[in-house]
């Protein structure tokens, strides 16, 4: 989900022959007014509103909306209101952020029980199965969005079908990087570092076997990765090191792709203008910080 506020340079960015509407909706929405609460019958007096634009592309709704702040948008809509879905880099950084937080503790402890590790070594492990995890949801996400942005009718979604076609295609990070490059044109491996790529393949390996073998080498695990000095049946212990790079690389990843992303969705937005004249619905503003 991506929210615009609707104001002067967002209307100057959309081409000439479609800002008609948005320019009527920004009149409409945004400046001094009332909102009557549709549960309470009170009566709000807005100091000031803005007006902004939703869009999912999972659901396929743009929504026309407005806020007394900026900071009452980012507080109230943080899922799609139509559907619930999340924006797929804001869920991710969430996760991401929760293996930074278990990383942390992974250090606190292991400095407090030198002698047993057990527990930090546990967390370490968990830090790498979020972010595994985190990463393949994002690759999903991004892919079932913008495989319905890029091949499906405005205001149409088949998002079911494309989750039901990857099946488990996703749990390897480069096959999902194929995918996207094929299906929909974005090199997700050219925006990587080679050394970067090859260390987030080697951790997807070792997150399989965190989760199927005790975090234990097995002979698909050597046979996959060629790592030296490991044989079957070896414990493999990761570090707090390990666990900090992998989440650098991850973020990075992430913000090299939002452009991209960004870039299609609002291609999509302006056909939707484009095409109707009109966006799908309008989000009524409620008192009680609700909505219909």
Excluded at 23 to 44: F, H, W
């Amino acid at each position: 989900m991506i929210i615009w506020e609707i104001n002067k340079p967002f209307i100057n960015k959309l081409p000439t022959e479609i800002r008609k509407h948005p320019r009527e909706k920004l009149k409409e929405l945004s400046g001094r007014g009332t909102v009557i609460s549709t549960t309470t019958g009170e009566t709000n007096v807005f100091a000031y509103s803005k007006a902004f634009i939703i869009c999912c592309p999972f659901c396929r709704k743009f929504l026309y909306t407005s806020f007394e702040s900026v900071d009452a948008y980012e507080h109230d809509i943080s899922a799609c209101p139509k559907c619930g879905a999340i924006d797929p880099f804001e869920n991710s950084i969430t996760r991401l952020q929760n293996a930074t937080i278990i990383t942390d503790l992974a250090i606190v402890l292991a400095k407090n029980t030198p002698s047993d590790t057990t527990v930090a070594n546990i967390l370490l492990e968990q830090g790498v199965v979020i972010i595994i995890s985190a990463l393949e949801e994002f690759l999903k996400d991004v892919y079932f969005a913008l495989m319905n942005i890029t091949y499906v009718k405005p205001h149409r979604t088949l998002l079911n079908y494309f989750e039901k076609s990857t099946h488990n295609n996703f749990i390897d990070p480069g096959n999902a990087f194929v995918a996207i490059k094929k299906d929909i044109g974005i090199d997700f491996r050219g925006l990587m570092k080679e050394d970067d790529y090859k260390t987030l393949i080697l951790f997807s390996k070792i997150r399989h076997i965190i989760v199927h073998n005790s975090c234990r080498a097995d002979i698909n695990y050597l046979n996959q990765t060629h790592v030296p000095d490991i044989s079957i049946g070896d414990k493999i212990y990761i570090s707090s090191h390990d666990v900090q790079l992998l989440n650098k690389i991850v973020i990075k990843l992430l913000k090299n792709c939002q452009k991209e992303y960004n870039k299609l969705i609002w291609d999509d937005l302006v056909q939707n203008i484009r095409s109707n004249g009109y966006l799908n619905d309008k989000l009524n503003f409620i008192f009680n910080n609700t909505y219909r």
